[in-house]
């Protein structure tokens, strides 16, 4: 079992900078990727940003050259966020993989709002 809690949402301006955290614990050994996954009012959720424990990262379009995510040690993960938009607006939620659970393991997310 893994357990993540996330931190770093709020309301910020278009353009401005937001850095979200998630820290793991538990088995935290067995995880082989943590990212970031979104989801905005009346949509599905969807991958923001992944990294897998050797370093790999996969980013969606819309993101690319605005966010960047990175890992520290074994059980935490950021995600920074610069010249965000009102389109990034979403409740945001870290996810972590394990062998035995490729769907992962979710926090409880954080709210994200970009005013225009």
């Known amino acids: 079992q893994v357990q993540l809690v996330e931190s770093g949402g709020g309301l910020v301006q278009a353009g401005e900078s937001l850095r979200l955290s998630c820290a793991a614990s538990?088995?935290?050994?067995?995880?082989?990727?943590m990212g970031w996954y979104r989801q905005a009012p009346g949509s599905e959720r969807e991958l923001v940003s992944i990294?897998?424990?050797?370093?790999?990262t996969n980013y969606a379009e819309p993101v690319k050259g605005r966010f960047t995510v990175s890992r520290e040690n074994l059980n935490t993960v950021y995600l920074q966020m610069n010249s965000l938009k009102p389109e990034d607006t979403a409740v945001y939620y870290c996810?972590?993989?394990?062998?035995?659970?490729?769907?992962?393991?979710w926090g409880q997310g954080t709210q994200v709002t970009v005013s225009s």
């Open positions: 996810v972590a993989r394990t062998p035995s659970k490729p769907s992962g393991y």
């Open positions: 538990g088995s935290i050994v067995s995880i082989n990727a």
């Open positions: 990294i897998t424990s050797g370093g790999i």
